[in-house]
């Protein structure tokens, strides 16, 4: 592929609004654990940016057959251009990647990442057969917290504050992709994928998704109150405004409107709740 292929391949990858969404948790993680230094934050980074990159490549890998058939995909994803054994070589070297860091991490951490690896093979799969796969993403999203601790710390949390933030994106996670599907409805319900929006409706779909955000906001403002700094608080409160904007005057009939709002909205309730942990962290 030429340099600008290989551009446009990279950006179909990395969305940037989402890759703030992620590593933003992956960083709060990190900074809930003590003793968080730079070699650890250089090495969760690298862990992050190729399991990241490794199971958006299995993702697309997986799914090629039907996402080849599918027009809006096929507009929007360059990655979709890439030979089948290009994209299983390059998530062979990023999941060694992985799989390498975590080893010069911890050997909690290591012992961990082949799992990982496995739940990016599995979950792409689930959309065929279960309306449920949303919250596998939403679980697989989750994860992002723990890392970032056990990265650090190399042990799980042993208070409850990490968890709740982990089951608020749980909620998070679930509902936007609840969110995303409906841009893909009659493509899905055409070729018989399992989802809300196919088994319930736009409409339907919508509120589901706004019902999982309530809960996340629950989740949120709760590991906020845990911490016990102001700062948090309110960015917790910045972050529940932020995640709940996104449902206010949403139309499913405008697939760029409802992705735009996913992307953006829920990059900036990760990343002012990074800002408020990391400010309550070093001003302690």
């Known amino acids: 592929m030429g340099e600008i292929e290989v551009r446009r391949v990279l950006a179909s990858l990395f969305v940037p609004w989402m890759i703030i969404y992620n590593i933003s948790f992956v960083y709060i993680g990190m900074l809930l654990a003590p003793g968080a230094g730079l070699r650890a934050f250089v090495l969760i980074t690298v862990a992050f940016m190729s399991a990241r990159l490794a199971a958006l490549i299995m993702n697309r890998y997986l799914g090629r057959e039907l996402d080849l058939k599918n027009r809006k995909k096929l507009e929007s994803d360059a990655s979709l251009a890439v030979p089948k054994n290009v994209m299983l070589a390059s ?167 409802v992705s735009r709002r996913i992307n953006v909205y829920n990059a900036m309730l990760a990343a002012i709740l990074l800002v408020s942990v990391a400010l309550a962290k070093f001003a302690a």
């Open 91 to 257: 998530f062979a070297i990023l999941a060694a990647v992985f799989i390498f860091s975590a080893y010069m991490l911890n050997t909690l951490a290591l012992a961990l990442s082949p799992v990982v690896i496995l739940l990016f093979i599995v979950d792409p799969k689930l959309k065929k057969h279960s309306a449920s796969r949303h919250f596998s993403v939403g679980t697989i999203e989750s994860i992002d917290v723990l890392a970032g601790y056990i990265g650090v710390a190399g042990a799980f949390p042993y208070s409850i504050g990490p968890y709740i933030l982990v089951l608020g994106m749980i909620f998070i996670g679930s509902g936007f992709d609840i969110l995303y599907s409906i841009i893909h409805m009659d493509f899905d319900r055409k070729h018989g994928l399992k989802t809300y929006p196919v088994r319930y409706g736009a409409r339907n779909a919508l509120r589901i998704s706004a019902a999982l955000h309530y809960l996340a906001s629950a989740m949120i403002l709760t590991f906020a109150i845990l911490t016990g700094y102001v700062i948090v608080i309110i960015g917790a409160v910045a972050s529940v405004v932020a995640l709940m904007s996104q449902h206010v005057g949403i139309d499913p009939d405008d697939d760029i409107g």
